[in-house]
């Protein structure tokens, strides 16, 4: 819930309230409660229905879902570890992805349902919040072929191949569920720019300087191409670093803003 994330460099923090839950999946919106640190935490459409039954109910909501759903984190540590992860194991996640698309239309229909009940419109003066859902930017060269082999802890060519196959069938899962939202007139949004917010010299695959997503190469093995050592950097890699892998760091989080 950072300062740094997209909301607050669009809008400033002070005006915006944070309800970002690291891991969760969309099953936990409004269903299952999810622990923090031993901590169980408030389900995500209570907080916001708290917004909501406040004296300024939200006027915009933004969020990405569906990451978490087909198990992102561990398909870049299955990178890690295998030479090819795009083999039969990663195939089979490709094809459970479209799978997720039930699941996130039922989460926008909640949000959209709570914020753009009729009596919080009306408190609004008459105007719907609009519902901009973000898709999940790409965090390897666009142009595959060109990739270097070794880009992020031995992540090969062909890895990052199948990760832009991954992230493109994921984002077009979500932008069907969006659509499924706007042709039932809803207020929902798709920012497509937002993909490509790291093309195309801040990926994981550029020095770590430039890189706008988390790799934390300087706790593992920068020459990892081998299995031995792809096992050894993985281990190095605690938990909680894990969950944040390639998410968008702070200057991330402000190319993601301006796109």
């Known amino acids: 819930r950072s300062n740094k994330a997209y909301a607050a460099v669009l809008f400033g923090a002070q005006k915006v309230t944070n309800l970002a839950c690291s891991g ?26 708290k917004l909501v039954d406040g004296d300024d109910p939200p006027e915009l909501v933004l969020l990405t879902f569906g990451g978490n ?21 990663g195939q089979a996640k490709l094809e459970t992805v479209p799978e997720i698309a039930g699941s996130l239309s039922s989460v926008y229909e909640q ?68 659509q499924v939202q706007v042709d039932a007139g809803r207020p929902f ?6 993909i490509d917010a790291f093309q195309p010299d801040h990926t994981i695959c550029d020095p770590r300087e430039r890189q706008y997503a ?24 605690a938990p909680e670093r894990k969950q944040e892998l390639v998410h968008p760091n702070a200057n991330g989080y402000t190319a993601e803003a301006r796109a």
């Not at 999946?25 to 169980?40: P, R």
């Not at 759903?69 to 194991?89: A, E, P, R």
């Not at 919080?120 to 919040?129: C, F, H, L, N």
């Not at 070794?150 to 992540?155: I, K, L, Y």
């Open 189 to 194: 949004y798709f920012p497509e720019d937002v």
């Open 69 to 89: 759903d087909i198990g992102f984190s561990d398909v870049v540590t299955h990178c890690v570890i295998w030479l090819n992860c795009g083999g039969n194991w």
């Open 111 to 178: 949000i959209d349902d709570q914020v753009n009940s009729p009596d919080v419109i009306a408190r609004r003066e008459g105007k719907p919040a609009r519902i901009i859902v973000l898709p999940y930017v790409r965090i390897t060269p666009k142009d595959d072929e060109q990739a270097p082999d070794g880009c992020f802890v031995g992540f090969s060519t062909a890895e990052v191949k199948y990760m832009n196959q991954l992230l493109n069938k994921l984002n077009a899962t979500i932008r069907r569920a969006v």
């Open 24 to 49: 969760a999946v969309t099953s936990q919106y409004g269903t299952f409660e999810q622990m923090s640190s031993g901590t169980e935490v408030d389900l995500q459409s209570r907080q916001l229905r």
């Open 214 to 237: 988390r790799t934390w190469q300087k706790w593992i093995l920068e020459d990892s191409t081998n299995t031995k050592a792809r096992l050894v950097a993985y281990s190095a890699i």
